[in-house]
């Protein structure tokens, strides 16, 4: 890959792109993989298998469902939703574009500072309004101030991200509530990409008000993330508006039985998940007395860990064949590292790693 810097961007590219820096990631090949939440396990061999084997019984050369029909009536029957308000593209990154083209483009994209870096790169890119308001100290939402933001734009929309990106903290029902209730005709959407690691699920507020959304993917849980597959859950009229924006035969035959193989077989998920949250709370107590490095309590498949200095902990976990992401330049964040969840042996390699640490 080379590491050579582009040249000036051609005339007649817009300046909302030219002035947008890339996406902020550079792919490392270590053993021991926690810098991108992702779900330690692979798919289990058996349902490969036979996600392999149905692959190879369908056409190739033909087109797949237009909007992923038969994938939404499953996904609907999974969550007991209407099949109407499933939404499903190419990972909820995609779904996060198509909702700042729906209601941010000349409107305004409201959310909080630090977060998930998606949604103000798609806020910038596409020229909406961006707003951040900074997170509490304690990292909880900031519900009086984003109230206040809420009544002094125009209507956009508002990202709400439970649990947490970055910090993995979850905010009381109530709090949420009020926020959701608070923004009238702004088109609400509840990021819940990590909801199972958490036990939380805001679909009752989605189904109490006709501008509201529940992101989910199956990149973490269900340790997919190489299939590229998010959804959404909204009202069947919402949904409808949405779906305008998605490209036709967006998911493609090939990913599509491989998830259907998934949504017949999901008991495997609930046991990566119990066995994440055990090994979430057994790192969390093992670093509960480090002489100098913080882990953050989280209530998803990763922390914040705060240190004395986060290029120095970053390259020292490096040598160790470690690689986290490094979140120190974020509001609020100073010295912190993101740490995924792994598998017991991963992350006892990362507590190795860490006690060498003065």
């Known amino acids: 890959m080379t590491t050579e810097p582009l040249a000036a961007a051609p005339a007649g590219v817009r300046a909302a792109v030219r002035g947008v820096p890339a996406y902020p990631f550079t792919p490392l090949d270590v053993p021991t993989k926690l810098d991108q939440n992702e779900n330690p396990y692979d798919f289990p061999e058996a349902l490969k298998a036979e996600a392999l084997r149905r692959m190879a019984a369908r056409p190739w050369n033909r087109y797949p469902d237009l909007h992923a029909d038969e994938l939404r009536r499953r996904i609907a029957a999974y969550e007991g939703w209407d099949e109407r308000g499933v939404v499903v593209t190419p990972g909820s990154n995609v779904l996060i574009k198509l909702l700042t083209e729906l209601a941010g483009i000349s409107q305004t994209v409201l959310t909080v500072s630090p977060t998930f870096s998606v949604y103000t790169l798609e806020a910038q890119l596409l020229g909406a309004k961006l707003v951040q308001v900074p997170l509490n100290a304690d990292f909880s939402l900031p519900v009086d101030a984003l109230k206040a933001e809420l009544k002094r734009h125009q209507p956009g929309v508002l990202y709400i991200t439970q649990p947490h990106a970055p910090t993995g903290h979850v905010d009381a029902d109530a709090a949420i509530r009020d926020l959701v209730d608070a923004a009238g005709d702004w088109v609400v959407v509840l990021d819940e990409a990590y909801h199972q690691y958490s036990r939380t699920d805001h679909k009752d507020l989605v189904l109490a008000g006709g501008n509201r959304l529940s992101l989910r993917t199956f990149s973490k849980a269900w340790g997919l993330a190489g299939l590229r597959l998010g959804y959404a859950l909204a009202t069947p009229e919402l949904a409808g508006q949405l779906q305008k924006l998605v490209p036709a035969f967006n998911v493609s035959t090939l990913a599509q039985a491989a998830l259907e193989v998934a949504l017949e077989q999901p008991q495997y ?11 979430r709370g057994r790192v969390l107590a093992a670093l509960s007395g480090h002489p100098t490095c913080q882990a953050l309590p989280s209530e998803a498949n990763f922390f914040l860990l705060r240190t004395p200095d986060a290029a120095a902990t970053y390259a020292h976990l490096l040598g160790r ?32 790693a860490l006690a060498e640490l003065p």
């Open 269 to 279: 998920v609930q046991e990566r998940v119990q066995e994440g949250i055990r090994e």
């Open 321 to 352: 064949g470690i690689v986290v992401r490094r979140q120190d330049s974020l509001p609020g964040l100073t010295g912190c590292l993101r740490v995924a969840i792994g598998t017991p042996a991963e992350n006892d390699a990362l507590l190795a």
